[in-house]
């Protein structure tokens, strides 16, 4: 009877919980609360270990200044990591919901300044839903986001020479069959969010959410906050262990297997981090790096060969000053760019800062 009573408790009160936070009714959203906080505990502990066994880091702290930029950047890390976790990381959806609403902007401007706007910018406005994601693709005319996504294609490749009357065909072969949007290049469907992702890179358990080109500077920055906080929470440990390695040995244990574990996660976090910053110069993605011969626009580039790279000086202006809630759409390189990428560095190439610029 005992048992239960303690199960028809538990599930009252797990009920309750669920009506005053409904959201908690999706698993989905209950396991990435739980790694939310798990991750929280984790650096609490770390942390708190640390000031708990070391009286003389708590004194250190009201005297020297550097122990409390150490906390600092403890707090900052965290803010980060929520700041990322409730990012958007770039819907497909949300970008062709914003181009049709530009496209509606400019008929009316181009309607109240009494000139006829042109037939690129007509579009087809659709209702986006719960129930109803996209747009009908079974008449001849192209919204403007298709439109939009065919001229991400070069001139002389197949999406964009082909015939109106295949039109729609080809846009059903090409269109997600998840989200029923057309993705543009580089866009892929994430299962975990069952949305459409620019420029997808991963889904992160951790976070919760996808990086793409919505969020992928603040994750960058965030896994970089992250190992210096590594790194300093490592040295604070090392420091305490050479003063007082004698004098409990449980404390000791204790520790030690902080320690080596805290290595650990700084060697993932700076391989994670040196990884991204290659991404990043080279304008690339994880998905992109590693499904490259899946990957059909990408299947007979060379591997040496980086097609959306504009050179590592470019590339890292644009993954940093990038404005938030604005989508931007690359188009796939021609042949003779593909073709200009391809040729080996000269000494003069060199010189030029070919690769920079």
Not at 163 to 188: E, G, K, W
Request: aromatic share 12%.
């Amino acid at each position: 009877m005992t048992m239960v009573g303690l199960r028809d408790g538990w599930n009252c009160a797990f009920r309750r919980c669920l009506d005053y936070f409904p959201s908690l009714s999706d698993p989905a959203r209950r396991s990435s609360l739980c790694l939310k906080l798990a991750l929280v505990m984790i650096h609490l502990i770390y942390v708190g270990v640390l000031f708990l066994f070391d009286k003389d880091l708590v004194a250190k702290t009201k005297q020297q200044p550097y122990t409390g930029l150490y906390l600092f950047l403890f707090v900052a890390t965290l803010v980060q990591y929520f700041l990322t976790a409730g990012s958007s990381p770039g819907y497909v959806l949300d970008a062709m919901r914003v181009a049709n609403q530009a496209d509606n902007l400019l008929r009316k401007t181009s309607m109240t300044m009494k000139q006829p706007a042109s037939s690129r910018n007509v579009s087809v406005v659709f209702p986006v839903d719960g129930n109803q994601l996209g747009r009908n693709l079974s008449g001849n005319n192209p919204t403007t986001w298709t439109k939009l996504v065919m001229e991400m294609y070069p001139p002389g490749s197949s999406p964009r020479q082909t015939d109106r009357y295949i039109m729609p065909f080809l846009l059903r072969s090409l269109t997600c069959s998840y989200c029923n949007v057309l993705p543009p290049p580089r866009a892929r469907h994430c299962h975990d969010c069952d949305k459409c992702v620019l420029e997808f890179d991963h889904h992160c358990v951790w976070l919760g959410t996808c990086v793409g080109q919505g969020n992928h500077c603040r994750f960058w920055w965030y896994i970089f906050e992250e190992t210096g906080l590594c790194t300093w929470t490592g040295i604070l440990y090392i420091t305490y262990l050479k003063v007082n390695i004698s004098k409990a040995w449980w404390i000791d244990v204790i520790m030690i297997f902080l320690l080596v574990t805290l290595s650990m996660c700084f060697v993932f976090l700076l391989l994670l981090v040196l990884f991204h910053s290659f991404l990043v110069l080279t304008n690339q993605t994880t998905y992109e790096l590693a499904r490259r011969r899946r990957i059909p626009y990408l299947r007979g580039i060379p591997e040496r060969v980086h097609p959306y790279s504009k050179g590592a000086c470019r590339n890292l202006y644009n993954f940093c000053c990038t404005i938030n809630g604005t989508y931007s759409l690359e188009p796939l390189p021609s042949q003779q760019e593909l073709d200009e990428k391809s040729k080996p560095y000269t000494c003069m190439d060199v010189l030029s800062c070919r690769c920079c610029c």
